[in-house]
C-alpha cells in the first residue's frame, strides 16, 4: 500500500536494522527518505548507499534543520532525549512518529496483518510464515527484526494484501511507552510463550502479561488468535478473547499439534493433525523441541491468513495445495542470521553463533545444537549483557539452563555498573553451581570489559580447551568482543 499522506520521512536512528529495514521498504514505495545516525555499518550503509538513501554520521541539528517541508521525523526507541536533532524536532514541533506507529500504519494498513509475538522464537517463525506465504504464491509483506535467510532485507511492503510482522512486546519510543506490536492490529495473532524478560521496560512478568492482554484485545472477532498450548499464561490471556481461538503444540487437546516426531542431525520430521484430522508429514530443516512448535505456529498462521486473505478478497484457496507449497516453504527455508547459524571452523571445532541470551532460549539452543551435531562436545559461550541477563533475576535459572553444554565460558557482564553489586548476576556462584552439576565452567576477569578487543581473551582460553570435533555454541544479543570474528 503507498501511503498517501506522508511525502518524506527523516529517521533518527538510521543505521539500526529495524529503522534501516524499514527506510528502505519506504524508499521502495517512492517515499523520499533520509536520515541520520551516530554511525552506520556495513552491510547497512552499503545497503542505504545502494538505495541512494542520503544519510549523516553523526547527530547535529543542521542535519535536520533544513529539512524539506511536510518531513516527517521517525524516532527510534534507542533515542533519548538530549539528543539534539530531537531536541530541535521538540523546540519547533516538527511531526514526529515512533517506527511501530509509522509501520503499522503505512507498511500494514488494511492488508490483513499476520503478527508473530512471544518472549522467545519471534524472528524465526515470522521468517518462516512469510516464506511459507511465499512458497504458497503470496507476495507477503514483512517486518522482521533479524536478518532473515530467505530475503535481502528485513522489510518489505505487501504486494498482494498480507503483511507479516515480528511483534516486539518492547516499547515504541521516548514518548510512547506502549509495547510495539500494539501498533500492528492483528487479523492473525501468534503468543508463542511469555516470560520474564526486558527488565529495563518491565517491573514483573504481571506488567508483560498486561501488554499481552491488550495484544490479544486487538485481534477482531473475524481474526484468529493461535496461542501455544503449552503455556498456561498463555491460555488464561485467551480465555477471554472475543475471537477465534486455536491452540498449537504438541499437546494432546492442540488444534494444531504435532504428532510422531522423529529427530535426526538432518532436521526433524513430525505429522501435522488439525482438529484431530491428519493433514500431512512434513519435514523441517530446524531442530528441536521448540522448533517444532515454531514450526506448527507457522504454518497455522500461513494458513490461517490466507484463509482469512481469500475471504476477504474472495480468492480461491486449496488446503491440499497449500500443503503441497509449504513442504516446499521447509525444504527451502533458510533460518535467519544468528540462529544456530555456522560460521566457521576454528582449530578443528565448528563455530556457531546464536543470538540466544534468556535462559530458555539458552537451554532450547542447546538441545537442538546437540540434535544437530550428536557426535561433539558442545562447548557454550556466553555472554550476560541484556538488561536482565546482567542482573539476579535469572541467577537460578542460569545455573539450570546450561545442562545441554559440556562446558561453559562466562564473558564479563555488560556494563555492571547500571547496578548495585546485590543486584548483578554473580558468575562466581553460577561456575560454582555448575561444577556442582559436574559441568566444567570457566569465566573471564570482569577488568578486560574495558578493552574494545576483549573477544581475544576468549579466544585464547578457547585455544586451551578446544579439542577436534567440538562445537562451540556462541551465545549472544550483542558483539561478544569481536571474538566472531575471530573464531571464523
Known sequence: ???????????????????????????????????????????????????????????????????????????????????????YALDNRLPMISMAELAGRYLIGNNTSVVISGTHGKTSVSSLTAWLLETCGERP???????????????????????????????????????????????????????????????????????????????????????????????????????????????????WRAIDIEYAAEGTTFTLMKSAQETARFTTPLFGEMNVRNSVAAIAAAISAMETDAAFRNRIFSLDSAVNNIQKGFTSFKLPKRRLEIIGEWRGAIIVDDFAHHPTAIAETLVAAKQKFPSRRIIACFEPRSN?????????????????????????????????????LDINRLKKDLENRSITAYSLPQSIAERPDWGGEIARLLQEIIRPNDAVVLLSNGNFGGVRSILR
Open 1 to 87: 500500500m503507498m501511503p498517501n499522506n506522508i511525502k518524506r520521512i527523516y529517521f533518527i536512528g538510521i543505521g539500526g536494522a529495524a529503522m534501516g529495514n524499514v527506510a528502505l521498504a519506504l524508499a521502495a514505495l517512492g517515499i523520499e527518505v533520509s536520515g541520520s545516525d551516530q554511525a552506520v555499518y556495513p552491510p547497512m550503509s552499503n545497503i542505504l548507499q545502494k538505495s541512494d538513501i542520503i544519510y549523516y554520521e553523526g547527530y547535529d541539528e543542521k542535519n535536520i534543520k533544513n529539512l524539506p517541508a511536510e518531513t516527517t521525523i521517525v524516532v527510534g526507541n534507542a533515542i533519548s532525549r538530549g539528543n539534539v536533532e530531537l531536541e
Open 388 to 424: 536482565t541477563t546482567t542482573r539476579a533475576v535469572f541467577q537460578n535459572e542460569l545455573a539450570e539452563c546450561f545442562s545441554g553444554a559440556s562446558v561453559v565460558v562466562f564473558a564479563p557482564l555488560n556494563r555492571p555498573e547500571r547496578y548495585a553489586e546485590a543486584d548483578r
Open 141 to 255: 509483506g514483512y517486518f522482521i527484526g533479524g536478518v532473515p535467510g530467505n530475503y535481502s532485507s528485513g522489510c518489505r511492503a505487501s504486494e498482494n494484501g498480507i503483511f507479516v510482522s515480528e511483534g516486539d512486546e518492547y516499547d515504541s519510543a521516548f514518548f510512547d511507552k506502549r509495547s510495539k506490536f500494539l501498533h500492528y492490529r492483528p487479523d492473525i495473532a501468534v503468543i508463542n510463550n511469555i516470560e520474564f524478560d526486558h527488565a529495563d521496560i518491565f517491573d514483573s512478568l504481571d506488567d508483560i502479561i498486561k501488554s499481552f492482554k491488550l495484544f490479544a484485545r486487538l485481534v477482531p472477532k473475524s481474526g484468529v488468535l493461535l496461542i501455544n498450548a503449552a503455556s498456561k499464561i498463555c491460555r488464561e490471556i485467551a480465555a477471554k478473547s472475543l475471537t477465534n481461538v486455536q491452540t498449537f503444540g504438541i499437546e494432546p487437546d492442540a488444534v
